[in-house]
């Protein structure tokens, strides 16, 4: 058994947890949020801000979220910032967390907000040592235990030991809806997200193109630049088939963001070719995944993957760079690209697609977000130029 650092102990009531990877390796901390333990895959996000949208993002289902910005918590949380409905991560991990919040738009404490939702954490830990030992060996099932020391790493190694492998899991299934939605708010980004049942009627009657997002796990925050644009979006579950699609009669067609191995995903790939043929086209993270492989692609996972707001990305037409906020474990194998698909988009630090466009046919994708969340907003131009795209052709009632 491997050993961190000495044990803490009790810091303002709080009682000692630990954090154990899957080789045995144990990190000893003390409790955060709600009792209680947890099991996930551990990896690490680079963000200064944001901590309250990583952790209510899709993506990180069934993971536990290492946060590597020291001091977490500050400024609290509010209900505009949620990435979805519920909290997502399986648990998170920080260094120091704070029990006091300063913000004017502050609505409550971060760790109140964790207990309040259920979600299991530890802080005190060392996660500079945690992170190096990520992107040096690699990201894998871990478990946060409280009321717990280094003398109790064999009873969480049992947990980790019955846990399914991270890949193995459809966590899409969790977070993704089931029936169709239309999405609206009085403000785009001052309002709460309304999420109603969809009227085809009403959609075919409304003014403003109208964009279906297929839904894998989508963010918040990508629905709300949409809307901003001035479009009207319709939610649709994953399993929905050409027919269903076309009775709400979009103008265009928006593959999310999602959690989970997108091999996993293989049921619904013929579907995703079949109305990338018939509408124009976006694809987001999972998305861009999605896309790449209806198209005869193939997937690989990361070795600790990219999740963080400061991933430079270049643009190989006009060769400009821009900083992104990226949330992925997996990527598309550029040794198996397929032809008819063009590479826009390359990260900088490690050479993967970070996007590409059909030659032919009016589909675009990008691995990182756009719509950032938190992050950076030097690529929100993505959604302008699908809005563009949508525009015209509702404009031409085509």
């Not at 049992?158 to 399914?164: G, K, Q, R």
Request: net charge negative.
């Amino acid at each position: 058994m491997k050993q961190s650092r000495p044990r803490l102990t009790s810091l303002s009531g709080r009682s000692p947890a630990i954090l154990v990877l899957e080789d045995g390796t144990c990190f000893e901390g003390l409790s955060a949020g709600a009792p209680g333990s947890t099991v996930g895959e551990v990896v690490f996000n680079t963000s200064m801000s944001g901590y309250q949208e990583i952790a209510t993002d899709p993506s990180y289902r069934g993971q536990l979220i290492t946060y590597t910005m020291p001091h977490i918590g500050n400024y609290g949380v509010n209900a505009l910032d949620n990435e979805s409905v519920g909290t997502q991560a399986a648990g998170i991990i920080v260094r120091s967390l704070s029990r006091r919040a300063s913000n004017q738009r502050s609505e409550q404490g971060f760790e109140d907000w964790l207990v309040e939702r259920g979600v299991v954490g530890i802080c005190e830990v060392d996660t500079r040592e945690l992170t190096r030992r990520l992107r040096q060996g690699g990201v894998g099932l871990a478990a946060i235990v409280h009321d717990a020391t280094a003398q109790d790493s064999a009873a969480a190694l049992e947990l980790i030991a019955a846990h399914p492998g991270y890949g193995s899991v459809d966590y899409v299934s969790e977070v993704a809806t089931t029936r169709a939605l239309r999405v609206s708010a009085e403000d785009a980004w001052q309002s709460p997200l309304k999420l109603t049942p969809a009227d085809a009627a009403e959609q075919e009657h409304s003014d403003g193109p109208h964009v279906v997002v297929m839904d894998f796990g989508v963010k918040f925050s990508i629905l709300r630049h949409l809307l901003a644009r001035g479009m009207r979006v319709t939610l649709m579950p994953r399993d929905a088939d050409r027919a269903a699609v076309e009775a709400q009669r979009p103008d265009g067609v928006l593959w999310s963001n999602g959690p989970g191995d997108p091999d996993k995903m293989e049921p619904f790939i013929a579907g995703v070719r079949e109305l990338s043929e018939r509408y124009p086209t976006m694809g987001i993270c999972l998305g861009h995944q999605l896309l790449a492989k209806a198209f005869g692609g193939e997937t690989f996972k990361l070795g600790f993957g990219h999740r963080g707001p400061n991933q430079p990305v270049q643009n190989q037409r006009d060769k400009s760079v821009a900083m992104t906020s990226q949330n992925h474990g997996y990527a598309v194998r550029r040794e198996s690209f397929p032809e008819e698909l063009e590479i826009t988009h390359v990260n900088i630090n490690d050479d993967t697609i970070s996007g590409f466009s059909h030659r032919h046919l009016p589909v675009h994708a990008v691995q990182y977000h756009p719509e950032a969340g938190p992050g950076p907003n030097d690529a929100t131009s993505f959604f302008d130029d699908f809005a563009r795209e949508l525009a015209g052709r509702h404009a031409s009632g085509t």
